[in-house]
């Protein structure tokens, strides 16, 4: 079974554009989270999707947002882009069957630079 | 507001030692899940347990050992006979059972593992 796979892998991009990410989860997993990673703040929880619906949301501005396609792919967005941007994106799926809480799959994530 | 401390920045041992890495938590809430991390150095997140916090039942998974105690807040994380794959930075975190900002991230312990 193929992992979580994130697109693209490495990303430069300038102060104002905007950047699309996208990761595609384990078959059959219906969550999707994103989290970012920085030296400076570490990492943090940006927001969960399930079944097409956003479930949760960490504490990131407006400009970043984020969506899942009834394949269970998601992506997220971040528009004028600042310095403070570059990190790297980390997307994770897991089955959520509803039963119990299941193993979460990273993917190898999106390194972004912001010049 | 809900934290997670992880006070060893880093840590360093030879190989077959035993380590402990802290984790120390803080919430209001009774209903809460407790999680650890590994991130080795390529880079990708591997999830290694959840906890809730209606289970306080110590783990073992191998070299791998979790302690859980409510009372001091605490969920540490032993590695048993540690071996040089065991280098990494290792991420404890929190998550609430609600929505909005309830993923929360300690800073991360590097374990190196030294031949």
């Known amino acids: 079974k193929a992992g979580v796979t994130q697109t693209p892998r490495y990303l430069i991009k300038t102060r104002g554009q905007q950047v699309t990410l996208s990761c595609s989860p384990i078959?059959?997993?219906?969550?999707v989270s994103w989290y970012q990673q920085t030296p400076g703040q570490g990492l943090q929880f940006l927001f969960e999707?399930?079944?097409?619906?956003?479930?949760n949301k960490g504490n990131f501005p407006g400009r970043f947002s984020g969506r899942q396609f009834s394949n269970s792919r998601s992506e997220m967005n971040v528009s004028t882009l600042e310095l403070g941007d570059s990190a790297l994106y980390l997307c994770?799926?897991?089955?959520?069957?509803?039963?119990?809480?299941?193993?979460?799959?990273f993917g190898p994530g999106t390194r972004l630079t912001v010049l | 507001a809900q934290k997670v401390t992880q006070a060893q920045t880093e840590i360093s041992v030879v190989e077959k030692e035993d380590v402990t890495l802290d984790c120390v938590y803080e919430t209001r809430d009774t209903t809460y899940y407790l999680f650890w991390y590994k991130q080795p150095p390529s880079g990708e997140l591997v999830f290694l347990i959840r906890r809730n916090s209606f289970d306080e039942q110590n783990e073992i998974s191998g070299r791998y050992s979790w302690n859980f105690q409510k009372s001091t807040s605490s969920f540490n994380f032993t590695i048993t006979a540690s071996q040089v794959v065991d280098s990494a930075v290792y991420f404890c975190?929190?998550?609430?059972?609600?929505?909005?900002?309830?993923?929360?991230f300690g800073p991360g312990t590097r374990l190196s593992v030294l031949p």
């Open positions: 999707y399930f079944s097409e619906t956003q479930r």
């Open positions: 078959s059959g997993h219906r969550s």
């Open positions: 975190a929190l998550r609430l059972d609600n929505y909005g900002q309830n993923f929360v």
């Open positions: 994770a799926s897991s089955l959520e069957d509803g039963v119990s809480y299941n193993e979460q799959f």
